[in-house]
Nanobody, 124 residues
Framework: QVQLVESGGGLVQAGGSLRLSCAASGRTYMLYGMGWFRQAPGKDSEFVSALHWSGGRTVYADSVQGRFTISRDVKNTLYLQMNSLKPQDTAVYFC??????????????????WGQGTQVTVSS
């Protein structure tokens, strides 16, 4: 099993920045990849970004390309650096991990571990 704990959410003005963190623990050696999804009130879950755990390959949603950066460190923490934030980025952000998919994927069905979520609110 793998446990994921997010942190770093908060309230920020449009144009500002936040960095989300996701600490992974447990059988992290099993992981192929990790990613971020978000869900705004009344909307479906949306893919944000994903990273191949060992190879470092990354993918981004078009809506965040060029503004957000996904990364990890050697201590099994995943990050999402969010710059130039917009009100439409307001959502609960979830960290996810997969031990079944070998490519960074935008398909939430391939992720079998999820964090509890952290709220990001961007004011205009």
């Amino acid at each position: 099993q793998v446990q994921l704990v997010e942190s770093g959410g908060g309230l920020v003005q449009a144009g500002g920045s936040l960095r989300l963190s996701c600490a992974a623990s447990g059988r992290t050696y099993m992981l192929y990849g990790m990613g971020w999804f978000r869900q705004a009130p009344g909307k479906d879950s949306e893919f944000v970004s994903a990273l191949h755990w060992s190879g470092g390959r990354t993918v981004y949603a078009d809506s965040v390309q060029g503004r957000f950066t996904i990364s990890r460190d050697v201590k099994n923490t995943l990050y999402l650096q969010m710059n130039s934030l917009k009100p439409q980025d307001t959502a609960v952000y979830f960290c996810a991990a997969t031990d079944v998919s070998s490519s960074p994927s935008s398909d939430r069905r391939l992720y079998n571990y999820w964090g509890q979520g952290t709220q990001v609110t961007v004011s205009s």
